[in-house]
């Protein structure tokens, strides 16, 4: 085959290595593991309240990073982590922005971001259980309530 | 050469040039030049042709049985010249075995025959079981298991049970399929449609999935209706069947205080009917969980034609459900499903399904696990994940190669990690395995439950790749299922061919979560490349509820680790659907059981917000003569 661009061979090759990035070897062990595996601990919770900020909302096509209820509090925007069940589906809670809430939870770092673990939501007056003590989280969070009897938006 | 010797030859040559002439008259001689295929569907039309040699004859065509158009099919022209095509249309019916015959008007030469044969779906009929789990679109976590009768044409009736544990369920008496049809092309793709008289399921009552079938006996599926979507099994029925009396099983689902359960034990039954076992069971909620070696107790009911029968759980049923429905697919393999009658929003019930398998008739040990292959699994409900990896036994120690993605939560995957521990096994199959800490992430505990060792766990009816467990995850911050299989084969050179392959992608990001399933049908080389159906019944992707997808990947054997290990990286898919196609750089990463079974996970690395897991299973082919070589129900 004549060779028209002599050069270009070793361009696309610097290029390909300059765009691998981060070219974690094929064969080695790759991870973004912790020291510690990160778990929900129910003892580290704490309670705060605040102003909804931003809720999420779907893009109109594609999928997108997840992202976070934002919550202002006395000490600052908060990014709360709710569950996929939380504003998806049947049995899920309605929550506006400007809505005061109060969310008990645990702050996480998780993606290299510094977030807030919702568990309990208390939205309207009612009270809502999103997580289990172990941090599992809960279908239809919004057909149940703590007291044992139901409400919210079916 | 004498004289006489010549004479003898000179005689003998003569008598068999006169005796050749006598059928094959002045060296004439016909074939048939353009065959058809081994199989058409009925209606369907090739084109054939015979040549001849020696003569330009007319061709006359005909066949049998009945040479008629309604019984055998027909010619269009006949007669031909030599070398000229003919287009045989196939009778409207699958009549089975047809022999179409070219007749040399050229005197005394022999007809030509080829056999064809006229089936539906590729000759793929009988009685099939089929299981799903998966979120429909309500985001309630569901269960549907079901038997359906396929006739010829693929027409069908059958039954089944569903339940989401939330506000559709099946009565006690499970839902009547009175209707549908199996429909599928060459390459073993296509669509079963069910229509119930449950107006609460699928469509109106029409549930509709996607097949792609492994060999004549097995098929991975999605319901792909834009109601709900799961991934599952649909495997070929032995019935009537004596169900064996040593099962393990292992089940997945959501408990009634919407939280994710995942169970697994063994069981065993006596006198057909009597039932009783140990399980583990995975609820997420109590603080005790997982609850470990429960014994319950329950009864089975015969099977009815469909190889339907109920199971009652009189103790411990607060944990496993009250009442489950299984459907056979033979001696040593049922789907469970745990039923929900009537259930409603105001009163939530468990759903969770799954499979038992015989254990055989001998006794386990930590012998009866060799080099193994394995992978773990949460459903939408949970905390998402996906582990696969490879596992080395020594007595009751391991070493081994894995990969867990937990990346939808804290971001946390890890790639071909070495790990170790120890696990254990009685002489009942019952037993566990613990991954020491901190090595796979949050992955640390298996409750095994061994399988008989001639039976295929992902594929029942296959008379290989059998043996190993089910294997639920019973960590305190993860709850999974899973198969642990042998791995015969670690050499990834094996994994080349036609494969069918199917993924469950579970996506839980809060502004637009849910569930996607594929199943679809791919070559393996250098690369995996293929195609197939994803169903996306939230319109995650903005391109419909139910799109197609297409990908090739290069496929990067992991030389470093023996493991059969593959990367599937870039693992770069396009989803078509209605509007601008979405394209999304996955990576996936495979471990081989063997050349003919993979288990594949999406790579962490990849930063996308999903997790997915799944099988790659090689293909076979489909048709009457691959019939033959399975099981008839």
Known sequence: MKRLYPGLGALVLLAFFSLAAPGYAQTAAATTKPTVPLRYDVSKEVTLSGTVHSVPQKSSSGLTPDAFLMLQTKSGLINGKVTPFTLNGKGSISITQGEQIQATGMMMTLQGKQVFVIRTLVVGGRTYQIRSERGFPREHPGAYVTTGSRGGQL | ?633
Request: charged share 10%.
């Open chain 2, 1 to 633: 050469m004498n004289r006489k010797l010549l004479l003898v030859i000179l005689v003998a040559f003569s008598t068999a040039y006169f005796a050749g002439c006598s059928s094959n008259p002045k060296h004439l001689s016909i074939a048939i030049s353009t065959p058809p295929p081994a199989s058409i569907a009925p209606g369907a039309s090739v084109q054939i042709a015979a040549t001849e040699t020696g003569t330009t004859a007319s061709i006359d065509w005909t066949c049998t049985p009945g040479n008629s158009a309604a019984t055998c099919g027909s010619f269009s022209p006949t007669p031909t010249t030599s070398g000229q095509t003919t287009m045989y249309t196939a009778p409207p019916t699958a009549v089975g075995a047809v022999t179409i015959t070219a007749t040399s008007e050229a005197k005394g030469l022999a007809p030509v025959s080829v056999n064809i044969t006229i089936q539906t779906n590729q000759g793929i009929a009988g009685a099939f079981a089929f299981y799903v789990t998966g979120l429909d679109v309500g985001q309630s976590t569901y269960s549907v298991a079901g038997a359906v009768l396929i006739n010829a044409d693929g027409t069908l009736t059958g039954e089944q049970d569903y339940n989401n544990g939330f506000d559709i369920s099946s009565p006690a008496n499970g839902d009547t399929i009175t209707s549908g049809a199996l429909s599928i092309g060459a390459d073993g793709s296509g669509t079963l449609t069910l229509v119930t008289d449950n107006n609460a399921v699928g469509v109106g009552g029409t549930e509709t999935f996607s097949v792609n079938f492994v060999n004549n006996s097995h098929a991975l599926i999605i319901q792909a209706d834009g109601s709900a979507t799961s991934s599952g099994s649909l495997d070929l029925q032995t019935l009537p069947s004596t169900l064996a009396s040593n099962f393990a099983f292992a089940l997945t689902g959501v408990g009634p205080a919407g939280f994710t359960v995942t169970e697994g034990g063994v069981f065993t039954i006596t006198g057909g009917t009597a039932i009783s076992g140990t399980v583990d069971v995975n609820d997420a909620t109590a603080a005790t969980d997982p609850s470990l070696g429960n014994a319950f107790t329950g009864s089975a009911t015969p099977a009815d034609t469909f190889g339907r029968g109920t199971i009652t759980i009189t103790t411990d049923s607060a944990q496993i459900g009250n009442t489950l429905s299984y459907y056979v697919i033979g001696p040593e393999a049922i789907r469970l499903v745990v039923t929900a009658p009537g259930v409603t929003q105001a009163s939530p019930a468990i759903t969770a399904a799954g499979s038992a398998f015989g254990q055989g008739t001998g006794t386990f040990s930590n012998a009866s696990i060799g080099n193994s292959v394995f992978i773990d699994q949460a459903n939408a409900g949970g905390d998402i994940f996906a582990a696969v990896g490879q596992i080395v036994p020594t007595g009751g120690a391991f070493t081994g190669i894995a990969d867990n993605n937990e990346t939808a939560f804290s971001g946390m995957f890890v790639d071909a990690a070495a790990i170790s521990g120890t696990y254990s096994i009685a002489s009942n199959g019952y037993g566990s395995l613990s991954i020491n800490p901190a090595t796979l992430l949050d992955v640390t505990t298996f409750g095994v439950y061994m399988v008989d060792p001639a039976i295929n766990v992902n594929d029942p009816n296959n008379t290989s790749g059998g043996g190993g467990a089910l294997i639920v995850d019973l960590d305190a911050s993860l709850a999974g299922v899973g198969v642990l299989v042998p791995q015969t084969d670690a050499a990834t050179t094996s994994f080349a061919g036609n494969y069918a392959l199917g993924l469950q992608d579970l996506i839980p990001t809060t502004a637009a979560s849910g569930e996607v399933d594929f199943v679809g049908n791919a070559v393996a080389t250098a690369t995996l490349a293929g195609s197939g159906t994803l169903s996306d019944p939230r319109d995650l992707f903005g391109l419909g509820t139910v799109d197609t997808a297409t990908f090739s990947a290069p496929i990067t054997p992991d030389t470093t680790n023996t493991a059969g290990r593959s990367e599937i990286n870039p693992f770069t898919v396009t989803v078509n659907g209605n509007g601008v196609p979405v394209t999304i750089p996955d990576m996936a990463n495979a471990y081989q059981a063997s050349g003919a079974q993979l288990f594949w996970i999406e790579d962490g690395a990849d930063g996308q917000s999903s997790v997915f897991g799944g099988q790659l299973q090689a293909t076979s082919t489909l048709g009457a003569a691959a019939a033959k070589k399975v099981k008839k129900p």
